[in-house]
């Protein structure tokens, strides 16, 4: 018996899959300073949403291009070219934040670039630009624009993390710079080394063919190493502070790169070699502050 008239409420169920969510991408940014530009061989984040699956997954080098039909592309806004994959660092859906950390090839040329994300289905394109190099601090706290992640050199065997107090937590060492001493300031984007974007320990000094400078408190100070740091896509620059150093708990960090300079950070110095903290103003040294 067949009807097809209805009364009263109810529930009609279809068959087939129901089509998988679209991506969404809200930003494309370095995944230092969280500004936009790419450099060429630099780590960047994608965010937005329905990227990828909850949870989270990092990659080791060999880095894949595409995991679980997730991919990052990068294709030429025009003149037509192939679009090209980013290597995949992480992938993030946690808490409410999804995003992709990619490595942008060293080979993908300057220009301006369609950036989608292949997850299920194809987002819509974000523009983005990339750049031959625009380096960019990491911060302690991932904003960009705080305490710089940097490392005090005390001896071969030791560094100690730059915090404004001397101390330590879970095995680390930390303590404010002191004039005189070298320091390792770590970012991404110094610029492309195609032969270091998917190995396990790249290492190469981009001086030779690049003016680099750190900038600290304004005073201009030669590098002695800026290059990769023994990881795709990251990058190192050591340097000296002078003698006649401004101090502080948060003083001015940036590095120029043929006069371009970064995104500012900061660094703190102690007034003297020993101090076991940096001078608030307005206060004493604080050991409880780190």
Partial sequence: FRSNN???SGTITTGGTPPAPVPTITAVQDAASNTPNIAQGSIFIV???NLSASGYTP???P???VSSGIKVTFTPVSGGGAGTDAYLVYLYNQSGVNQIAGILPSTVAVGTYNVTVTNGTVSAPVVAQVVANKIGLFT???SGTGLASVQNYISAAVVDLNRLTTGSISGITYSPAKPGQPVIAYGTGLGAYAAGDNTASPAF???SSETIVAVVGGVNIPVDYAGRAGYAGEDQINFTL????PTGCAVTLQISVNGKLSAPTSISIASDA???ACVIPGYTDRKSVV
């Fill in 6 to 8: 209805f009364v009263g």
């Fill in 47 to 49: 965010k937005g949403s």
């Fill in 59 to 61: 990659f080791g080098p």
């Fill in 63 to 65: 880095r894949p291009t």
């Fill in 140 to 142: 302690q706290d991932s």
């Fill in 205 to 207: 000094d981009f001086r």
């Fill in 242 to 245: 002078p003698a006649n150093i």
């Fill in 274 to 276: 020993g101090s076991s």
